[in-house]
């Protein structure tokens, strides 16, 4: 999954963006006050990042 995929799939399930620093990106979920650091992207952290925003698997 791309990182771009994997923004596009956070934002559309209520997640925003928090902030960016040099090598990663913070989002929020707002229903539930979790966050998460998004960095390079393979299959299995994409899974990570939206199990620890209590998002649904793309």
């Not at 990182?3 to 620093?21: P, S």
């Not at 229903?31 to 793309?58: E, M, W, Y």
């Amino acid at each position: 999954m791309k990182r771009r995929d994997l923004i596009r799939h956070l934002e559309t399930h209520g997640c925003l963006f928090v902030r960016e620093g040099a090598k990663h990106t913070i989002y929020k979920n707002p229903a539930n006050g979790l966050s998460s650091t998004i960095l390079l992207l393979k299959k299995f952290l994409a899974h990570k990042i939206c199990d620890d925003l209590g998002v649904q698997r793309p």
